[in-house]
């Protein structure tokens, strides 16, 4: 964390060397406290797709040692899945809902009609939520990641303070937030003198925020609401977010909808809910040779056919 907080983001050469670093002492922590040997284990899970391919070949390559040495089956999994059925580790939901997940390097909205039976309906065209989050709090100098620091100081401002735009609302469940950003940097070239006091950077950070948030729930609630599916499963390092927590709990509850929120420590990632994932797919008979290669996307079919 403290690495990435001094280069105001994640440096993807630099986040491979610490994975590599950290697997072999982490993986040993973990044994030493859970009490379980490696041999009690049913199979190696391990995360290919998708996100930044230097630091999913470190966990691959890892996985795969793990798995030949032991002679466990190998199961590879998609991490937005993993996000999607994190809540699993805490409740159990019935099925179909509709799963927001969303975090520093993803904003999808899926239909979940079984364990691993995701249909996207929608996604960011450009940067994700927490990278917004990210991007508006190096811009205002307040740290990385910037989505907790954002959440603590939008608590003290006005969330109608201004109104930055509420991109792609009302067309559809693509989201947009690069342009959002874009607002938030001119608002702050523009008011630079009361940018220097607190109160008025807590109305600029309320008032970004909500409009992220309003785009969210908006479009998930749009979602569940002409599938009609009455459950929301939000997940991924931004459904930490207290506003959009409240927001989301509250707009379900008048429309009849149950909304599922993970406990904090199951929103951010986490292995635990690769795990989930590996083993459900394990029991239906999926393993992986040591051919398994790792992806920097991830293709989910569509639900509803785009345009
Ligand atoms: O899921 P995650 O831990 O990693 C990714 O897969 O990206 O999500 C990290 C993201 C960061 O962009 C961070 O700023 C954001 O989640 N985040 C938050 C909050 N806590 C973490 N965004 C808004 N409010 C929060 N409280
Ligand atoms: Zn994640």
Redesign the pocket.
């Known amino acids: 964390m403290n690495l990435h907080a001094l280069f105001g983001g994640v440096v993807p050469e630099l986040a491979a060397r610490k994975h590599l670093e950290a697997l072999f002492p982490l993986t040993q922590q973990v044994l030493r406290e859970s009490g379980v040997s490696l041999k009690e284990i049913d199979c190696i899970g391990v995360t290919v797709k998708p996100?930044l391919v230097p630091s999913l070949l470190v966990g691959l390559s890892f996985a795969k040692a793990l798995a030949f040495g032991l002679n466990k089956p190998l199961v590879g999994v998609d991490?937005l899945e993993a996000?999607a059925f994190s809540i699993f580790l805490q409740e159990k939901v019935d099925f179909p809902f509709i799963s927001l997940v969303v975090?520093?390097?993803?904003t999808s909205l899926f239909m979940v009609k079984g364990e691993g039976e995701m249909y996207l309906l929608g996604q960011t065209r450009d940067d994700?939520?927490?990278?917004a989050?990210?991007k508006v709090?190096k811009l205002l100098n307040l740290g990385?990641?910037?989505?907790?620091v954002?959440?603590k100081l939008a608590k003290e401002g006005d969330p109608q303070f201004i109104p930055f735009p509420r991109p792609l609302a009302g067309a559809g469940w693509d989201f947009s937030f690069s342009g959002l950003k874009t607002a938030v940097v001119q608002y702050v070239r523009e008011h630079e003198g009361e940018m220097r006091d607190r109160q008025h950077l807590a109305h600029v950070v309320a008032s970004f925020?909500r409009a992220v948030v309003d785009v969210l729930v908006e479009k998930t609630l749009d979602a569940a609401r002409y599938l009609r599916v009455p459950r929301i499963v939000v997940a991924?390092?931004?459904a930490?977010?207290?506003a959009?927590r409240g927001i989301m709990r509250e707009r379900g509850e008048r429309e009849g909808i149950k909304v599922y929120f993970p406990p904090m420590a199951l929103?951010?990632?986490n292995a635990s809910m690769v795990a989930y994932v590996a083993a459900y797919r394990f029991a239906k008979g999926e393993s992986h040779g040591l051919d398994l290669d790792v992806s920097s996307r991830s293709v989910y079919r569509r639900l509803i056919h785009e345009g």
């Not at 994700?128 to 990278?131: D, K, L, N, R, V």
């Open positions: 996100g991490h996000h975090s520093g390097g993803h994700a939520a927490g990278e989050f990210d709090a990385y990641p910037g989505g907790p954002i959440d925020q991924g390092g931004v930490a977010n207290s959009l929103c951010m990632d």
